[in-house]
Antibody, heavy 118, light 110 residues
Framework: EVQLVQSGAEVKKPGESLKISCKGSGYSFSTYGIGWVRQMPGKGLEWMGMIYPGDSDTIYSPSFQGQVTISVDQSISTAYLQWSGLKASDTAMFYC???????????WGQGTMVTVSS | QSALTQPPSVSGSPGQSVTISCTGTSSDLGSYNRVSWYQQPPGTAPKLLIFEVTYRPSGVPDRFSGSKSGNTASLTISGLQTEDEGDYYCSSYTTSSNWVFGGGTKLTVL
C-alpha cells in the first residue's frame, strides 16, 4: 500500500527555523517526484515545488523560490520542506504528494500544520 | 503564475448533475492536456479524481467526468450524493514546468 506519512504539527516563533518531513512507503521512492502544497487557513491549494528523489532535481514555484528549501534523503525514503526564518504568514497546512503520470498527484500525505506565532 | 479561475461555489440536489469550470491561460490549460481534479472533504487531504483531463484513477466512480476545451476545463458530477460535498480543485501543468491550482469550488448538496 502506497503511503506518505508526514511529521506532526509544529508551533514555532517568528524567525525560528523548521524542517518537516514526508516519508514514502509501499513503492519505489526514487521513481516518483514528491511535490509540496501549501493550504493557508480557509484558503485554497498552492503548489510550492517538487523534488525528484532519484537525482534530487528540484523545481520551485516562483512564489516560493528563496522562501523554502526542498530536499530528500533517498536512503530513508523521506522528503523535506524547510524554512530558515519563519514568519507569521507561514502559518498553514502543508501537504506532500506523489507525482503521477504527466500531470497529477495521486497519493497525499495527511498534512502537517505549522503555526507561527509570537 | 496566477491561480486558475473556478467559481467559488456550486450546489445541487441529490441525483442532479453539477459542472465546475476551471479557466486558465495559454501558459497552462491551453498548452497541455495535463489537467487534474481533486476533491477535498472538510479537514482531510485532497484526493485525486481526474487526471490528464478525462481519466479516473481506480476506485473513483464514473459519476465523475472531466473535459477540456481551449483554456477551460470542466468537472461534471452526475447523480449527486451527499458525500460529494466538499471543496474541489483543478490543477494544470504549465509551460514553466510548474503546477498551478484553481482557487477551489465549494460544492453543497442541498
Amino acid at each position: 500500500e502506497v503511503q506518505l506519512v508526514q511529521s506532526g504539527a509544529e508551533v514555532k516563533k517568528p524567525g525560528e527555523s523548521l524542517k518537516i518531513s514526508c516519508k514514502g512507503s509501499g513503492y519505489s521512492f526514487s521513481t516518483y517526484g514528491i511535490g509540496w502544497v501549501r493550504q493557508m487557513p480557509g484558503k485554497g491549494l498552492e503548489w510550492m515545488g517538487m523534488i525528484y528523489p532519484g537525482d534530487s532535481d528540484t523545481i520551485y514555484s516562483p512564489s516560493f523560490q528563496g522562501q523554502v528549501t526542498i530536499s530528500v534523503d533517498q536512503s530513508i525514503s523521506t522528503a523535506y520542506l524547510q524554512w530558515s526564518g519563519l514568519k507569521a504568514s507561514d502559518t498553514a497546512m502543508f501537504y506532500c504528494a506523489r507525482r503521477f503520470g504527466d500531470d497529477a498527484f495521486d497519493f497525499w500525505g495527511q498534512g502537517t500544520m505549522v503555526t507561527v506565532s509570537s | 503564475q496566477s491561480a486558475l479561475t473556478q467559481p467559488p461555489s456550486v450546489s445541487g440536489s441529490p441525483g442532479q448533475s453539477v459542472t465546475i469550470s476551471c479557466t486558465g491561460t495559454s501558459s497552462d490549460l491551453g498548452s497541455y492536456n495535463r489537467v487534474s481534479w481533486y476533491q477535498q472533504p472538510p479537514g482531510t487531504a485532497p484526493k485525486l479524481l481526474i487526471f490528464e483531463v478525462t481519466y479516473r484513477p481506480s476506485g473513483v466512480p464514473d459519476r465523475f467526468s472531466g473535459s477540456k476545451s481551449g483554456n477551460t476545463a470542466s468537472l461534471t458530477i452526475s447523480g449527486l450524493q451527499t458525500e460529494d460535498e466538499g471543496d474541489y480543485y483543478c490543477s494544470s501543468y504549465t509551460t514553466s514546468s510548474n503546477w498551478v491550482f484553481g482557487g477551489g469550488t465549494k460544492l453543497t448538496v442541498l
